[in-house]
């Protein structure tokens, strides 16, 4: 699902993603034992929503900084000095992905990151 979204960010708005993706996701999603990986704990079923939630926004972000279509990136060009191409963006650009896909990666494996500061805040376990 996850490839599904970024490559999806590659070419559409994150509404038009928003739309398309969630209803069919989320059900799947909520329907699915979150019992944690390589023996790390997992989620409750009432925090995966929120959860999902996150991951999708953080892979949104991802596709705003992903050629070719990356938003964030044209919004760069348009404040960059002239002699600043496009290309440079682009690759200029990769670090912060790698950085963002391992954010994702550690949401992913470690869910309790997410949901942590909500279940203080909210009250919860």
Do not use: H
Request: proline letters at 10%; a neutral charge.
């Amino acid at each position: 699902m996850m490839l599904i979204l970024i490559v999806l960010g590659m070419f559409l708005d994150w509404v038009g993603i928003l739309l398309l993706t969630v209803p069919i996701f989320l059900p799947i999603m909520v329907s699915l034992p979150f019992d944690g990986v390589f023996g790390l704990p997992g989620l409750a079923p009432e925090d995966v929503p929120l959860w999902y939630g996150v991951i999708f926004m953080v892979n949104m972000q991802m596709a705003f900084l992903s050629p070719p279509f990356g938003y964030s990136l044209f919004y760069l060009k348009s404040v960059a000095p002239p002699q600043i191409s496009m290309a440079m963006i682009f690759k200029a650009a990769v670090p912060f992905m790698g950085l963002q896909a391992f954010g994702l990666f550690l949401c992913i494996i470690f869910p309790n990151i997410v949901v942590w500061l909500p279940r203080i805040v909210y009250g919860g376990q």
